[in-house]
């Protein structure tokens, strides 16, 4: 697939559990992103990683979210003891990063997104 | 910070033409984009433009840029109801610090009307 996946495409929760969203960027692409859309809302971003370097963290809303990234591949956005109003959905994104030079548009790419309902 | 408003509603009759309209407020050097979303999809990148430029066009899609008022538009030619989604402009900086961060108007949600 050429494009950014991400699974899975709707979770429904109750409140107090722990979710993990998963995103698979487009091969050979630096850099990803994670965004949040609330109903009728524009994106919040909330992480970015960089290759190896250390992630820039300062969307995220509470200590409650967390994500990971092993190299330049696979990320999972982790949710802990959710909450009513975590309920969005979740958009990863990812571009070319510094290896397509920052120069460049470093156009991002969006995944289809995950619907988390929170009961 | 940097700050991106759009009209949040736009309604057009098919075959017209559609402007929606984007202000932003980065007086540096910026790409601005404008992403598509159609219903329960992810957002599909349409055309960016760099603010050193007037005018950008591609298909039915022209994008106009008035870089003294930070204006932007995006003209839909000949609007079909496949047109019908919401459309975000979205702002990053050229370099500097947190050139990599989008930032996403609310969105304009287009109706096309047959």
């Known amino acids: 697939g050429a494009g950014v996946s991400q699974s899975p495409s709707n979770k429904v929760t109750e409140k107090g559990k722990d979710v993990e969203l998963r995103c698979d960027p487009i091969?050979?692409?630096?850099?990803l992103y994670w965004y949040r859309q609330r109903l009728g809302q524009g994106l919040e971003f909330l992480i970015y990683?960089?290759?190896?370097?250390?992630?820039?963290k300062s969307g995220l809303p509470s200590d409650r979210f967390s994500a990971e990234r092993t190299g330049e591949s696979v990320s999972t956005l982790t949710i802990q003891r959710t909450q009513q109003e975590d309920s969005a959905v979740y958009l990863c994104?990812?571009?070319?990063?510094?290896?397509?030079?920052?120069?460049?548009?470093?156009?991002?790419?969006f995944g289809p997104g995950t619907r988390l309902t929170v009961l | 910070g940097e700050d991106v408003e759009q009209s949040l509603f736009l309604s057009v009759r098919e075959g017209d033409s559609s402007v929606i309209n984007c202000t932003y407020t980065?007086?540096?050097?910026?790409?601005l984009y404008w992403y598509k979303q159609e219903p329960g999809a992810g957002l599909q990148l349409l055309t960016y433009?760099?603010?050193?430029?007037d005018m950008k066009q591609d298909q039915r899609l022209t994008v106009l840029l008035n870089k003294k008022d930070k204006h932007l538009s995006l003209r839909i030619a000949d609007t079909q109801t496949g047109d019908s989604a919401i459309y975000f402009c979205?702002?990053?900086?050229?370099?500097?610090?947190?050139?990599?961060?989008?930032?996403f108007g609310k969105g304009t949600k287009l109706s096309v009307i047959p």
């Open positions: 994104a990812s571009s070319p990063g510094l290896a397509g030079g920052r120069t460049s548009t470093d156009t991002q790419y």
């Open positions: 091969s050979g692409h630096t850099a």
């Open positions: 990683f960089q290759g190896n370097s250390a992630p820039d």
């Open positions: 980065d007086s540096s050097s910026t790409y």
């Open positions: 433009i760099f603010s050193n430029m």
């Open positions: 979205a702002e990053r900086p050229h370099s500097g610090a947190g050139s990599y961060q989008l930032t």
